[in-house]
Structure formats: structure tokens, C-alpha cells
């Protein structure tokens, strides 16, 4: 039998010798040098179902009242030429239960999102627009979630994440789940979860050893043009930070101009 390299046009002798000297160096282990290999992963006899894992974490994060984290976000969208692209983003958000919220979203591009709620009132600042609104909401994340996004199209980051009780909102309305296995995600083994309903398929990677916090999260818009989607890696996980009290009152930009926050697709438009 030839082989492959000969077959495949354009693969140099260079290419050649670095297969040889792979083959020849890969049992070349010092002796007393350690191999490098992934930590045991944990016991997958019975595992437990996706709705069970969910509710979980769905409990342990409602069981404390102020948390934080960052996460690191890759959206993908079609574009009218047919290419996909890929936008980049870091979220961090503060969260102390029941009515105070804080969140930064950064993008690649450099523009910035800045959220404050607390207490039943909702301020957002957009920058570098330098552009801010307030309206008033309901006095609990939740329901707040509820308004700002269906009322006024605010894109609220991980909604279903904060918005959950004891009963994980991933589970609302759910058509199919599959428990796919164990997996190495962001230093640590991971339960991989699959899950369907009518609008969107979604992935969630939780933790399997220590607290059921989720690690990594995909979602991809099933009915909308194009299948837009977005994955996000969770760290900095922390669930007894000290805030201070004034990081959840808003903080007006020098210079920064008001606009009424308008429902819907109009939510940011500027009046000449």
C-alpha cells in the first residue's frame, strides 16, 4: 500500500521528516518523567437525567442570594452574502436577590453595555453612543427579566440562568433531553447535557464534582433565519462576594445624553 503523504499533492519533504521524527521521539519518555493525562473522571454509573442535573443547579444557585461571574461569549450570525461570522464578548454580571442587578457586556468592537437595577427601577447606558434610559419595572429579577425583554427587547445576558428559582427556566416547555456524557471543560470534568424545545436547541456543560455550577452554555435559535447561536465558557464564580452598596445604583457618564426607553424594536432610537 502507498503511502498517504505520496498521495496527497504539495506535502514537502519537510512535512515528511517531522512525521518521522514524531514517530520516532513519541516513546522517548525520561525515566521518572511523569505522563500527562487528564484526572480521573468521575463515576458515570447511573447518572443522573438532564432534568434532575438541572434542577440541581437550578436549586443551588437559588439557595444563595448575591453571586457574580464573567463569562466569555462567541455569538455566530449569517450575513446576507451567506458567510458566517463571529463576534466576541465578555459578560459580567452581579446579582443580589431579590431586586438588584448589575451587568457589563464588552464587545469586540469596543462599544460597551452597562445595566443597573435595583429596587424596581431599570437604567441602562450605552457607550460610546454616551446614550442612557431608566424606566420602572417590577421589584424582582425575574419578572423584571419578563418586561425588559419582552417589552422593550433588552437582550438581558444568560436571562434563563438568572431568572430560574428552584425550577431551572430550561426546563419550561421542554421537548426532548439527552444526557451525552462526561466532558473537560474550563479545567475540570463536566456533565454534557443536550436539550430541545420549540424554539431552541441548547447544551450545557455543569460542573460534575464540587458545586452543579454550569461551566459552558451553547443556544442555538432554531426558527430563526440563518440558525444564530452563541457559546459561552463561565469563570470567576463567585457566590459569597462583598459588593459594595453603590455598585447597583445607576452611575450617570459625564456628558451623557437621556432618551426615553422605548418598547420593542425602538428601544433605542434617538429623537432628532
Known sequence: MRSPLKTMPGVSGAV?????MLALTSGCQQDGEAAVDFPAAPDEQDPLSPEELLTQMA???AAHDDYSFEALVTYQSL????QTLHFDMVERVAVSQPDRLFWTTLNDDASSDRAWYNAGQFSMLKQPDNIYGQIDVPAAIPEMIDVVT?????????SDLLASGDESVFLQDLQASEYVGLAWVEGGW???LALRNELVDFEVWMQAEGDP????LAITWKLEEGLPGYVARFREWNFSPVFDESQFDFDVADGAERIDILPTDVAWEVEP
Open 150 to 158: 419582552n417589552d422593550y427587547g433588552v437582550v438581558v445576558p444568560f
Open 79 to 82: 450575513q446576507e452574502s451567506g
Open 190 to 192: 463536566s456533565h454534557h
Open 59 to 61: 436549586a443551588f444557585m
Open 16 to 20: 515528511c521528516l517531522l512525521f518521522v
Open 213 to 216: 455550577i454550569p461551566l459552558k
